[in-house]
């Protein structure tokens, strides 16, 4: 398959694959696959899709778990999708806190620019343009619009909450959840 930024998808992880949690997902007995998720991931793989994970992880940087612990989880995620046929070809973390000022915590562009310089190597400024970006969060969101990607909101996780305060980026697509996303995506919906 080839690296074309035409087949990429940008995933959140927590609330949007996994369920979140207020005091951090910090264990694979903790990262627990939201209803349809897995699935939706499947489906995309198997329609030629390469998914990619930008996700924030500042409980590292916290204390609350270790890069094994992270790695655990993410094998946990790989097992249990690996029976569907599907599969997560890449993942991007951000281990600091807002405090860091890093370039790579979303909302800032870091994780995006990774992103687009293993997918689409490209001088242009908009090098993930129409690369659809999923998350639960509005800076999810903005980190990828900046690159050019196309927002799409879940009302998993921090959904609601992201809808109901507004000022989502011009264009943002609402689904219910990555299952309702795959499907509109796959029906040319989207």
């Not at 778990?65 to 097992?79: A, C, G, Q, R």
Request: a negative charge.
């Amino acid at each position: 398959m080839s690296s074309s930024a035409s087949k990429l998808i940008i995933l959140d992880r927590d609330g949007v694959i996994n369920e979140d949690r207020d005091d951090y997902v910090k264990s694979a007995d903790e990262w627990v696959a939201l209803p349809g998720s897995l699935e939706a991931i499947a489906l995309l793989n198997q329609a030629g899709y390469q998914i990619a994970i930008a996700t924030n992880q500042s409980g590292l940087s916290r204390g609350y778990f270790s890069i094994n612990d992270l790695h655990t989880m993410h094998s946990k995620m790989d097992s249990l999708l690996k029976p569907l046929g599907g599969h997560i070809d890449s993942i991007f973390f951000c281990p600091h806190q807002d405090s860091h000022a890093c370039d790579c915590r979303k909302p800032s562009p870091g994780l995006m620019k990774e992103i687009a310089l293993r997918y689409k190597k490209t001088d242009s400024s908009k090098p993930l343009l129409g690369v659809p970006i999923v998350g639960d969060s509005l800076r999810d969101l903005q980190a990828g619009i900046v690159l050019g990607a196309s927002p799409h909101l879940v009302l998993t996780g921090k959904g609601q909450k992201t809808l109901a305060k507004g000022d989502l980026p011009e264009g943002t697509q609402i689904h219910a959840d990555l299952l309702s996303f795959a499907n509109a995506l796959l029906e040319n919906k989207v």
